[in-house]
DNA sequence: TCGATAGTAGAACGGTCAGTACAAATAAGG
DNA sequence: CCTTATTTGTACTGACCGTTCTACTATCGA
């Protein structure tokens, strides 16, 4: 065949992916990108067709290296070993928040890169874009599932709609905070401690 | 003097606010708001004297006549009329959810002009600006003041640290919905019912 | 009525944007 | 080594951006 890659393509993807958090879709340049991962336009365009494509390799590498490792805990680990036990649950609840407030708190003090990639993704052009509210739509769905999953094991004998509520509660705070991170480090974490107060909390409020 | 203006600057202004509502300030182009307001550059160069200065009149104007004017029945109204009933704060706070929860459901499903003018422009270039982030702060800033009377009236006998949980949750539920307002419309207002139920009930959760 | 003054119109500016064309460089297979 | 497929560097395109400039127009005070 012909010449080789140079390039390792999971590590400009993350590169790029960083950009992206950080100025958002629209307000990043083919320039910004070639900077950040120290590729020529021919390289980029050559490998991910457009910027368009890039930026949908960013968000998968994005859910994939950020969002769901730090969801896997609520969805129930490994099923049967303590799957049932409400404690365990309660517990990956708060673990969860904790995390959620520490790179709230940390992340970003850099490099800027505050916030959540899909949510920033919303504002301007590309909020107008049918694939991309899908996209973070279905990122909400995925959140609103793993907070259901884990609710459902801290509260076994809650009826449906209080599961669904407390995970729509969850999901909201988590939206919260990462939308006021960009904007008030101390409340989005503020934000944060709420969910962690509720989730100790064996009892669900109304 | 010299010739008169010929338009009115607060309709100019409300056509500009709508536009970047609609498409946050960076993907807002001069073509955008010259189509939107009738005018031409010159005139809104020499009104406004940059797009930014137009974006800051739009931002006031979006306080005054969207914002403030739903917070006003949360702040107390004719103060020592009903100003220690904890009914009204009641109300008062289910009403607002329930206006809220109005205006995402139908607001924008022509116009596009959904969630949050300012929440929407802390993405992009427009988020690193410093002023625009201050302005973002000072609008939840004075969410959480608004909550924090109204809940303060609510409960009359609820400690301050209680108060302040509870209106900082109204604040998360309510900057969740408008984020989600872009992307799902009825989970937004779903998010917002949780706010609405939460404020008829007379006893706060943990 | 007649400047002085403020508002408007439209073109033009330099700069940046995403995307492209094309040739040079490079590595694999034969 | 030599062909061939692929990657990469460079320069360019046409479009659009926010801003500015100049010429023109309308209005008010004197």
Not at 35 to 54: D, E, V
Not at 105 to 126: E, F, K, N, Y
Request: proline share 3%; hydrophobic share 45%.
């Amino acid at each position: 065949m012909g010449r080789t890659q140079s390039f390792d393509t999971a590590t400009v993807v993350g590169a790029a992916r960083d950009v992206f958090w950080r100025l958002g879709y629209d307000a990043t340049s083919l320039g910004d990108l070639e900077r950040a991962t120290g590729l020529g336009r021919s390289s980029l365009y050559h490998a991910f067709g457009s910027k368009r494509g890039l930026f949908d390799a960013a968000v998968e590498n994005y859910l994939d290296e950020i969002v769901r490792p730090r969801l896997a805990g609520l969805t129930g680990g490994d099923a049967s070993a303590d799957g049932d036990d409400p404690a365990a649950a309660r517990a990956a609840l708060r673990s969860y928040f904790a995390e959620m407030s520490d790179a709230v708190a940390t992340l970003g003090h850099d490099d800027g890169r505050a916030g959540c990639l899909l949510l920033i993704s919303t504002a301007g052009q590309a909020g107008h874009d049918a694939m991309v509210r899908g996209a973070v739509d279905a990122y909400r769905a995925e959140l609103v599932a793993a907070f259901s999953a884990a609710v459902r094991r801290a509260l076994p004998g809650a009826a449906t709609d209080a599961v669904e509520r407390r995970a729509r509660l969850y999901t909201a705070l988590v939206v919260a905070a990462l939308t006021l991170a960009r904007v008030n480090r101390e409340e989005a974490v503020a934000t944060l401690r709420l969910a962690e107060d509720a989730a100790g909390a064996p009892v669900p409020g109304p």
